[in-house]
């Protein structure tokens, strides 16, 4: 997974009436990296005409490549704390649904 800004959030209303919220974003943020899954994942794209997606994908604030880069900087900077930054880390949800590279 690559970093990249969330976008808007969205508010969907089911058949059922539940209430569901996702957030967008570009695919290359909910793109599953190395999973076995990718090339699917790329072609066909996750979750679309009503097929579950491969696996879970996780999508986590700071990103894997952020995070990687954040601990390397708390290591170099004694003062900040390794504790406080991995408080912060949280995971926002998994990805529903992506278009995968189609065009």
């Known amino acids: 997974m690559q970093s990249g ?9 089911s058949p059922t009436g539940e209430n569901m919220e996702y957030a967008m974003t570009c695919y290359h943020v909910a793109s599953p990296g190395g999973s076995s899954n990718k090339t699917s994942d790329d072609e066909d794209g996750i979750g679309i005409n009503g097929s579950p997606p491969l696996s879970s994908i996780s999508v986590t604030c700071p990103s894997p490549a952020d995070e990687a880069e954040t ?15 991995e408080d912060t880390i949280s995971v926002l949800g998994d990805v529903a649904f992506a278009s995968g590279n189609r065009q």
């Open 71 to 85: 601990r390397e900087c708390i290591l170099k900077n004694p003062h900040k704390s390794m504790k406080d930054f």
């Open 5 to 13: 800004s969330l976008g808007g959030w969205v508010n969907l209303q």
